[in-house]
């Protein structure tokens, strides 16, 4: 099939008339199109959640482990002075 014989095959399928949609098919593709934001919502507020128990956890953490600080001396000092 050569360029002109697509072209012509495309311009015949674009004057032909559309084929019927069955009237119920909106109601369907809308009931599962409400679905799906809902589970995208769901998600979301699930992810954001997850999230913030993380950081809550992790300043919990934080201020009781003090990560920043130095650890205290396992050896004593050394003695200078006698």
């Known amino acids: 099939m050569n360029r002109a014989e697509r072209e012509a095959a495309v311009r015949h399928l674009m004057e032909q008339r559309p084929p019927q949609v069955p009237p119920d098919l909106y109601a369907d593709v809308v ?3 409400s679905r799906l934001t809902n589970r995208r919502t769901a998600a979301r ?3 954001w959640l997850l999230l913030l128990a993380a950081a809550v956890a992790f300043t919990a953490w934080a201020l009781s482990a003090r990560p920043w600080v130095e650890p205290p001396s396992q050896t004593t000092p050394p003695v200078i002075t006698w």
């Open 45 to 47: 507020r699930v992810m």
């Open 31 to 33: 009931r599962r199109g």
